[in-house]
């Protein structure tokens, strides 16, 4: 009995150990993880400089080098205070048959003298500006009435009119001129068409002559000159001009045909304006 009891537990003990020996050799092919070891030859990359965005604005230099012009048109209006210059001139009355004026047996004579009081007018213009680099050339159409005085002085010194005179002309400019920032310097000639005068010049010219002078007294063109300097804020400007003719805008001989003389008047004025350009 005691011989079967040491060889159960011999048997026992044997299967136990060939249990734990069992367990201990087998181990879960996902309880070990082998890191491979991988040789990485490829070398670092460099950091990428940031290319920076080209500059697309352009000087005026650079972009007058191009062969592109610009193309703009605008509109603008404004004030002008203007003074006529009056060639001194002694001029004698006439009768309403055109013969000499007489007053105590004596021919009545006056002189007309300038006025340099400044008159106010105002204008209305459109242009077109071709723009090339820093410079540009801007023909204009403007309608302008303008104004002066004049005062005729009888013999006895004493004041025998004083004339108010206002002419409606159309005045073409052909500028050429530097842009800089929002600055504008332009200058150039011009050419003015008189349309009409008023009352005022009718009546003191009829004093002087019987003629039917309404189409001739200020039929002719004339030249002058217009320089000025503005300034441009996006599609707004402003601008102040000065504008001189050349030539006399009346040029005109009153008087009795045995003893003629020229009335000439020549003009000059500041312009004030504002304007938009597209």
């Known amino acids: 009995m005691k011989k079967k009891l040491i060889l159960l537990l011999s048997l026992v003990s044997t299967s136990l150990l060939a249990q734990v020996k069992q367990d201990t050799l087998s181990t879960p092919k996902d309880s070990v993880k082998i890191t491979p070891f991988v040789i990485n030859d490829e070398k670092p ?3 990428r400089k940031k290319v920076a965005e080209p500059d697309t604005t352009m000087s005026y230099a650079d972009e007058y080098k191009r062969d592109n012009v610009g193309f703009q048109w605008g509109v603008r209006g404004g004030i ?40 106010l007018g105002y204008l209305g213009s459109f242009f077109i500006r071709l723009t090339k680099g820093s410079f540009f ?27 108010n005179t206002t002419l409606s002309v159309i005045n073409v400019p052909v500028l050429l001129g530097i842009r800089f920032r929002q600055g504008r310097i332009f200058a150039g000639p011009m050419v003015e068409f008189p349309i009409s005068f008023n009352s005022a010049l009718e009546d003191a010219v009829k004093t002087y002559t019987i003629k039917d002078f309404k189409k001739d007294l200020v039929k002719h063109p004339y030249f002058g000159v217009s320089a000025g300097i503005g300034f ?25 045909n045995s003893n003629p003389s020229k009335l000439q008047i020549s003009s000059k004025a500041l312009v004030l304006s504002i304007g938009l350009v597209k």
């Open 45 to 47: 990359q460099k950091k």
């Open 80 to 119: 002008n205070l203007g003074s006529f210059t009056t060639k001194e001139v002694n001029v004698v009355r006439v009768t309403s048959s055109g013969t000499p004026l007489l007053e105590n047996n004596r021919i009545v004579r006056d002189q007309v003298l300038s006025n340099k009081e400044m008159v």
């Open 137 to 163: 050339l801007q023909p204009e159409l403007t309608y302008t009435q303008k104004g002066g005085k004049f005062d005729i002085i009888q013999s006895n010194g004493q004041l025998f009119k004083r004339v």
């Open 232 to 256: 441009e804020f996006h599609r707004f400007f402003i601008q102040g001009r000065f504008e001189t003719s050349m030539g006399n805008m009346i040029d005109y001989e009153i008087g009795p």
